[in-house]
């Protein structure tokens, strides 16, 4: 591997932000707003959820939790985060809220294949680095992926627009 791609790949930083789905009977909560946030005890816990209701009439939210608390989570079963989420949820809208009838929940950083959620620039990296990453090497090992996505980095559509890249790139051979 050249270097420059190996120097690119550890000044890159990985970022996590873990996901976790909640299925309910119904909609409790203010179905108009995409967003709703909470300011709990423990700075940066279920701060936020995603009504997923609002774009696919499903009665579904999505709860992150990012940095330490993300991290932390990984070590709980799926019941405990469950529970975790639904003592946040009652805390907002009271006692009344009904167990979810599902869970989905994400352990990004546990993940060997991908050790975290999404690819930042810490202090010290540039965007160089991200182009560095996304060049082939010798027109046989090609990369794409939202870290090499200069324009779209951590997202969904970079990393599919730089997959159409690198098969663009393994096209023109």
């Known amino acids: 591997m050249p270097a420059s791609k190996t120097a ?7 970022g996590l932000l ?8 119904e909609a409790f909560w203010d179905d108009e707003h995409d967003l709703l946030g909470y ?17 696919t009439g ?59 959620s999404y690819s930042y620039l810490p202090p010290g990296a540039t965007e160089a680095d991200r182009e560095a990453l996304a060049e082939p090497v010798a027109e046989r090992l090609f990369f794409a992926g939202e870290a090499t996505a200069s324009d779209y980095p951590a997202t969904v559509h970079g990393a599919l627009l730089s997959g159409r890249r690198a098969a663009a790139e393994i096209g023109e051979l």
């Open 8 to 14: 690119a790949i550890r000044r890159l930083g990985m």
């Open 18 to 25: 873990n996901k976790t789905y909640l299925r309910f009977p």
């Open 39 to 55: 300011i709990g005890e423990r700075k940066g816990e279920w701060a936020e959820w995603l009504n997923i209701y609002k774009y």
């Open 58 to 116: 499903q009665p579904i939210l999505l709860g992150f939790n990012a940095g330490r608390y993300g991290r932390q989570i990984e070590k709980l079963s799926d019941e405990q985060i469950v529970g975790a989420a639904m003592n946040t949820l009652r805390a907002i809208y009271g006692n009344d809220v009904p167990d979810p009838t599902a869970s989905l929940i994400t352990r990004w950083a546990s993940d060997p294949l991908a050790g975290g």
